[in-house]
């Protein structure tokens, strides 16, 4: 598609161009436009039928919506602005410098500016920050033919049109109404007899994390905010939902990788800021690596009467490395799905205790005998055992309940994945090593 858009912007064939982009879908178009040239892509937008435009510049990245902003006349900018929905023109303005959030403003009515101000003090992160505030609201005394003409009235304005919410006076929802029921029922029925009073609402300050949750269990296309007092202050859909979902995961990735987040994409992020988002954990970690480096130098004797021990190192500790990243990975997942809750922590000890007493008896048995064939030591064998097994049983313990603890403290559990796990079981490993070859070889 960019390499089509390339050629006939490149043949001036502008018309055809048009055409093109008229049958292709806002995302695919955004996404295209955000691999051109900065005069390519203004061109090629100038270009887009008015019904789909505002949908891709909404998908654009905000540095071309900065350019195309600045570019834009007032009456462009407004004809823009009309067509967006309150929150997605609060996430724009959350990205641009103040001049360009000063012209935005110029172009809403005082209305419309107020609801966006309000949308803008909730927390990053919040459900606040990412509901609309346009949504389908009824009135109890409404019946289904008054409920249907409102629709047909108001719903090019509102973001979901396939879920309505009976409120009462005082702005607390008494139910909710799916667009199927509507359709199907008689004009004449109250609305209040078809709507569902079972409601699931989010608070204006809960987590977005935890609204993604929500929309996963319970499969709706959107679900209301409410502020402290219950009133219903707007909604959120599941395309936004989806997006923090996706945000999250990315996010846990980092963290997990030992990568402080990043908001900006990989090719955006300077050298610089790689480098500084990075560094911070690769020192943590290399000065608790050097815990392992004191262990071996403090059994010095050890591996100086018996070199053999030195070998075994790197397969001990890498074993308790892969031990404690596999518990911590299924943690991690079972916490960011709800399966794990922090209450659990002694149901996820006593599970992975066993788990790592079978995990550690097969690995002890496979290379116990496979250092007896090789070397014909039955004490390094016994030796080589028994930490693996004390590794595997101290690996996937550290790995079950260290992102328990995360959760608990209000930490992301992530922060105890692999990278900082492994440095701490590299550590015990070592130690539980030497100490076991001490016992029983008598060095």
Excluded at 263 to 275: G, L
Excluded at 341 to 357: A, G, N, P
Excluded at 365 to 392: D, E, F, M, W
């Amino acid at each position: 598609m960019q390499d089509t858009i390339k050629e006939l912007i490149s043949c001036k064939m502008f018309k055809e161009l048009r055409k093109y982009l008229g049958f292709k879908e806002p995302e695919d178009i955004a996404n295209a436009l955000n691999g051109l040239s900065s005069e390519d892509m203004i061109l090629a937008y100038r270009l887009l039928p008015k019904e789909i435009a505002s949908e891709v510049f909404v998908n654009l990245d905000s540095d071309f919506q900065q350019k195309l902003i600045n570019l834009f006349s007032d009456r462009e900018l407004k004809e823009v602005i009309d067509e967006l929905f309150d929150d997605e023109t609060a996430q724009i303005i959350e990205e641009m410098p103040s001049d360009v959030v000063d012209r935005i403003l110029n172009q809403v009515d005082k209305e419309q500016r107020s609801t966006i101000n309000k949308l803008l003090q909730y927390p990053d992160d919040s459900a606040g920050s990412m509901m609309t505030t346009e949504y389908l609201d009824f009135s109890e005394d409404m019946l289904v033919s008054d409920a249907l003409a409102y629709i047909r009235k108001v719903g090019e304005d509102r973001e979901d049109i396939y879920k309505g919410y009976v409120i009462s006076k005082d702005k607390k929802i008494s139910g909710v109404v799916d667009a199927r029921n509507l359709v199907l029922a008689n004009g004449d029925t109250p609305i209040v007899d078809i709507m569902t009073k079972d409601i699931v609402t989010i608070k204006t300050l809960d987590d977005q994390e935890e609204v993604g949750k929500l929309f996963g269990k319970y499969n709706e296309t959107s679900l209301p905010v409410v502020d402290k007092d219950g009133h219903i202050v707007g909604i959120i859909t599941l395309d936004d939902a989806i997006d923090v979902i996706k945000e999250e995961a990315e996010e846990d990735f980092e963290i997990m990788a030992a990568v402080t987040p990043n908001d900006d994409t990989y090719m955006k992020t300077s050298v610089w800021k790689h480098a500084g988002n990075r560094i911070i954990w690769l020192l943590i970690l290399m000065i608790s690596s050097a815990i392992s480096g004191a262990i071996i130098n403090n059994y010095e004797n050890a591996f100086v009467t018996m070199p053999l021990l030195v070998a075994f190192i790197p397969m001990i500790m890498d074993t308790g490395g892969n031990c404690g990243s596999q518990a911590a990975t299924l943690i991690i997942r079972g916490l960011a799905l709800d399966e794990i809750k922090t209450k659990d922590i002694l149901k996820v000890l006593w599970k992975e205790l066993r788990v790592s007493l079978g995990v550690g008896l097969i690995l002890a048995i496979c290379n116990g005998v496979r250092i007896y064939v090789q070397y014909q030591n039955i004490k390094l064998s016994i030796v080589v055992g028994i930490t693996l097994i004390l590794t595997a049983i101290m690996a996937k313990l550290l790995g079950g309940i260290l992102p328990i603890i995360a959760k608990k403290l209000k930490l992301d559990p992530a922060i105890m994945s692999s990278p900082l796990i492994t440095t701490i079981v590299d550590s015990a490993s070592v130690w539980a090593f030497f100490s076991v070859a001490v016992a029983i070889m008598n060095i």
